[in-house]
């Protein structure tokens, strides 16, 4: 897909279209199991709480998601698959 994109880049297409074939290189975000979720707060050796801090999230929902009692969505689920394959660093500033 990165060959496209700079093909689609050298032969100067519009705008709206290199968003689009630019959105299809995005990574699919992918739905993480309780025990996923878990190692990579493991992985980073921090407590729940922390780990909620960096999702902005409460810890109760965090340890929610730790359970199995509630999945994350949207933004959350985003941030812990970017964690899940970069570490906290990839969600860090």
Known sequence: MESV????????FDKVTMHELEALALPEVKEL??????K???????????MAKYLNVSP???QKWERGEV?????????????????LEAISL
């Open 60 to 62: 109760s929902t965090y």
């Open 40 to 50: 990579i707060r493991d992985n980073a050796n921090i407590s729940q709480n922390i």
């Open 33 to 38: 199991s309780p025990r996923e979720i878990k």
């Open 5 to 12: 994109i700079e093909s689609a880049k050298d032969l100067k």
């Open 71 to 87: 999945s994350p969505n949207g933004g959350n689920l985003k941030l812990l698959n970017l964690a899940y394959v970069g570490g």
